[in-house]
């Protein structure tokens, strides 16, 4: 079956950068792409940001675009998703999705808190 | 970047009723619209793709439709575990959005 496992909550204080891995089994890795989702609490997801699994071509928000990098391994089909310069507003539990346009498959997410 | 507005913030409905949510794109993404239902503590799960695609185990009880800037979720027979956040979102153009979401609660 197909499954997305996320690294472990982080705790960051501002500043600093996360780095969010998700690892994929159950398909084949590189004909699908991988999809980085955010939400803060109480608010809605907001796209992050995809990569194609075979050639690592990447589309970021533009609001997030100067502080993200998104990669892949194919050796482990685990992608990666680094996050740098968090402020308090980068607070929010992350996923990791397959697919570039809906969402069929979520990782569990992985909480990161911004403080001081 | 495309606006997806869902029209309501909360509905509260009794069990065994129909409940209607909408959402709204601000310019026509055709049918590359899909909806997800998200309950406290959980990720959100895909169910409906192409406006209409039933995602893999979702309940018939739950319809999806439209086209262009209008699209509708219905759900029949509410039960108790429809009780969630439903989200629209858009994967026509990037970058992808989504609704602000709609709460349905069970009265």
């Known amino acids: 079956q197909v499954q997305l496992v996320q690294s472990g909550a982080e705790m960051k204080e501002p500043g600093a950068s996360v780095r969010v891995s998700c690892r994929a089994s159950?398909?084949?890795?590189?004909?699908?792409?991988m999809t980085w989702v955010r939400q803060a609490p109480g608010q809605a997801p907001e796209w992050m940001g995809w990569?194609?699994?075979?050639?690592?071509?990447?589309d970021y928000a533009q609001s997030l675009q100067d502080r993200i990098s998104m990669a892949t391994d194919t050796s482990t089909n685990t992608g990666y998703m680094e996050l740098r310069s968090l402020t308090s507003d980068d607070t929010a539990m992350y996923y990791c999705?397959?697919?570039?346009?809906?969402?069929?498959?979520w990782g569990q997410g992985t909480l990161v808190t911004v403080s001081s | 970047e495309i606006m997806m507005t869902q029209s309501a913030a909360t509905l509260s409905v009794s069990p065994g009723e129909t409940v209607t949510l909408s959402c709204r794109a601000s310019q026509s993404v055709g049918t590359d619209v899909a909806w997800y239902q998200q309950k406290p503590g959980q990720a959100p799960r895909l169910l409906f793709y192409?406006?209409?695609t039933r995602a893999t185990g979702v309940p018939v009880r739950f319809s999806g439709s439209g086209s262009g800037t209008e699209f509708t979720l219905i759900i029949s027979s509410l039960q108790s575990e429809d009780s969630a956040v439903y989200y629209c979102?858009?994967?026509?153009?990037?970058?992808?959005?989504f609704g602000q979401g709609t709460k349905v609660e069970i009265k």
């Open positions: 159950g398909y084949s890795f590189t004909k699908f792409g």
């Open positions: 192409g406006a209409s």
């Open positions: 990569i194609t699994a075979y050639n690592g071509h990447t």
């Open positions: 999705v397959r697919r570039g346009d809906y969402y069929d498959y």
């Open positions: 979102h858009q994967y026509d153009v990037w970058p992808r959005t």
